[in-house]
């Protein structure tokens, strides 16, 4: 599946569900009744669906941990982070669109697929899958930069229809950029050696 494979998927599932209620209510009006708005709940399903999968893997408001912190709790209470939902998709085996475009961004490289096989509950490989995301295929950022043309393209839609505060006001804190999704910092001081030395075992033995 490629990215634009997957927008197509959602597309068909997330927005249509939201296709379903809008075109009822189209029906059911008695004004604007010319007005068609299947675009903009277009938009909306694949912005929402795209920008979970993002936030799944990179938000700073869930992970409130940094890959240090939880590799240190895993090592010392595994219970804790494996229930505390950190990348969630990865544990699923969930083809999500950082994921599709990471896999294809180069395909000689099956990281990302053992992952998603492992089905892994503990963040020490997911943590390492995530970085591969990050640095390796760019796929966080690419993820981003879609997303800020659904973005724009979604305002625009609202713009044409007339503009509506409500939409305006939920959009704004739906926006995603660099300052809003985890940054991974390279690993620092000597305890560090310990933790990279785990990541190592474990993706060599994978």
């Known amino acids: ?100 475009h990471g896999i294809h961004a180069d395909t000689s490289n099956r990281h990302i697929l053992n992952v998603l096989q492992k089905r892994l509950t503990t963040p020490t490989l997911k943590i390492h899958a995530i970085s591969y995301l990050k640095d390796h295929s760019e796929s966080f950022e690419y993820t981003v930069s879609v997303l800020r043309v659904i973005e724009a393209k979604t305002r625009a839609e609202i713009a044409k229809l007339g503009g509506n505060i409500g939409l305006d006001r939920i959009m704004d804190p739906l926006h995603v950029d660099e300052t809003n999704i985890m940054v991974f910092h390279p690993f620092r001081e000597r305890r560090c050696m310990v933790l990279k030395t785990v990541i190592l075992k474990e993706c060599n033995s994978s």
């Open 1 to 100: 599946m490629s990215s634009e494979e997957y927008i197509g998927m959602v597309n068909n599932k997330t927005s249509g569900l939201l296709r379903m209620g809008v075109k009822i209510m189209m029906a059911c009006a008695t004004t604007n009744i010319d007005v068609d708005y299947v675009p903009f709940v277009n938009l909306i399903g694949v912005f929402f669906q795209i920008r979970d999968d993002l936030m799944n893997l990179q938000s700073a408001e869930v992970n409130k941990l940094s890959p240090l912190e939880c590799l240190e709790l895993d090592l010392i209470f595994p219970p804790y982070t494996s229930n505390k939902g950190f990348a969630e998709d990865l544990s699923e085996g969930k083809f999500s669109f950082p994921v599709v």
